[in-house]
């Protein structure tokens, strides 16, 4: 017998005849199910050995190990991310695995006597490849949290039947529960055990409370928000503010030339969030990293930025962006030139340049007032200063070639159709045609467009002589 992982080894060897040697294109119907039952079964035993493994890195990466654990040792901050050179697997699964392991892995009394993990029937049938990693996931996760308001005899009860159901046959079923029906079973289990639950609803809510890391698919980002009662009517009364024409912060008289918002619900209240984390990552309050305020770090290639083709990658962010959006960044948060070499080295760093400083940002929110866009609701502090004239083209950053502009209408302003001019330093807009009620581009006159009630003011007292 040689070594686990000489035998892990060839394992690895015989899985790989199997895939060469196997073409389920070929199978009939029933040969088929076999095959899939069959491949299925292998991957109850490697989940079983991976987390398995995830559990013993875990344990001698722990924290109180101080230096010696094994993490440091191997130039690593903890167990998770020596996991994730080894495997190449993502930080989110090997952070389940190596919880999954904890729970199942042998424990030491401090007497130095072994001891049975604390879900052992779990870790048995992972070990017999009896169920898989969903089935010990839907036990875990919904046992471990009240094991300390029902007591570990309880849990050691409910595990032991909802594994019995896992791998089948019980009473109530002649068949296996498939890991959706083992959750479901563990729900009910939770619902018997801990009806009332001895710490407060309130308690129960702090502890369930969070916004989870996100990942990445078809181009954006999820992310799971579980918000207190409080915080989420905070959050719904903001939305509502800027969203509900009949709420939303008023500026001046209603415009009856208003154009009517294009954008679905959800669609707008994303965009309200964006500019909302604009606003809050220059507020004076927030923390710096560095010295600096928080920064987004965009990168892209000169040549595309010149060509405006292909696309830029943003710091800890999975999906690349396009040229679009970079530009967007660009004009809202200036940029700098790093000149890297072929082999890697930093040549040269450029001087940070298109930005608005915080002078100039001062009195642009003093003269627009918000969102310079008519309609729009969003005040100057969560604004994006946009140039109307593009710096690529000349455009300086001066206070007479940047408006307010909201994080929605700065990343449409060039195909919403909205347009923008400064005349004598002066910002004045013009409708795309679709809200020009039938009037050509020439026969649409530039109109000024400010949100500060001073201009406003202004504006009336003028509009008052004109008439006298």
């Given amino acids: 017998m040689g070594t686990p992982t000489e035998t892990l080894a060839e394992a690895q060897q015989l899985l790989l005849s199997a895939l060469a040697d196997s073409d389920a294109r070929l199978f009939h119907p029933d040969a088929l199910l076999e095959f899939t039952a069959s491949a299925e079964a292998v991957g109850r035993l490697a989940d079983a050995l991976r987390i398995r493994a995830a559990g013993e890195v875990a344990f001698h990466s722990r924290p109180e190990l101080g230096e010696d654990r094994l993490s440091a040792k191997k130039g690593c901050r903890n167990g998770v991310e020596l996991l994730a050179r080894i495997t190449l697997a993502s930080e989110r699964t090997l952070t389940q695995r190596m919880r999954l392991g904890e729970a199942t892995r042998s424990r030491m009394a401090l007497s130095g006597e072994s001891m ?10 992972l070990s017999t490849g009896s169920i898989g990693y969903d089935s010990a996931t839907a036990i875990i996760d919904t046992l471990e949290p009240i094991r300390g308001r029902v007591g570990d005899l309880n849990v050691e ?3 032991t039947a909802l594994v019995a159901a896992a791998t089948g046959p019980t009473v109530e079923s002649p068949l296996p529960f498939a890991a959706d029906e083992v959750r479901g079973q563990a ?5 018997v055990l801990d ?6 609803a309130e308690e129960r809510a702090m502890q369930a409370r969070g916004i989870s890391a996100g990942f990445t698919r078809d181009g954006v980002v999820h992310r799971k928000m579980t918000l207190l009662p409080e915080i989420d009517a905070k959050f719904e009364t903001l939305m509502n503010a800027y969203l509900n024409p009949r709420s939303k912060p008023s500026f001046a008289d209603p415009d009856p030339e208003a154009p009517k918002d ?4 959800a669609q707008a209240r994303h965009d309200v969030f964006a500019s909302l984390i604009d606003g809050a990552a220059r507020s004076a309050d927030s923390p710096t990293i560095g010295g600096a305020a928080p920064t987004v770090l965009v990168s892209v290639r000169q040549t595309d930025l010149t060509n405006g083709t292909g696309s830029g990658f943003i710091e800890g962010c999975e999906a690349p962006i396009s040229m679009q959006a970079v530009e967007q960044f660009i004009c809202a948060g200036g940029q700098q030139h790093v000149l890297i070499g072929p082999d890697g080295t930093i040549n040269a760093i450029g001087s940070h340049d298109r930005l608005f400083n915080a002078t100039q940002r001062r009195a642009i929110s003093l003269r627009d007032g918000g969102c310079i866009i008519p309609g729009c609701s969003i005040p100057a502090a969560w604004s994006e200063i946009h140039h109307v004239k593009e710096h690529h083209a000349g455009g300086e950053t001066e206070t007479c070639n940047g408006v307010l502009l909201c994080w929605f209408h700065h990343h449409t302003i060039d195909t919403s159709g909205w347009q923008i001019m400064m005349i004598n330093g002066v910002p004045h807009v013009k409708p795309p045609p679709w809200l020009r009620g039938g009037h050509s581009d020439a026969d649409t006159p530039w109109r000024r467009s400010t949100k500060s009630r001073t201009q406003q003011a202004d504006l009336l007292q003028l509009s008052q002589l004109l008439v006298q």
Avoid: C, K
């Fill in 116 to 125: 049975p993990a604390r879900f052992d029937h779990v870790a048995e049938a």
């Fill in 157 to 159: 009860h409910a595990e």
């Fill in 187 to 191: 729900r009910v289990w939770e619902s």
């Fill in 195 to 200: 009806e009332d639950g001895s710490i407060p």
């Fill in 262 to 265: 294009p954008r679905a619900t």
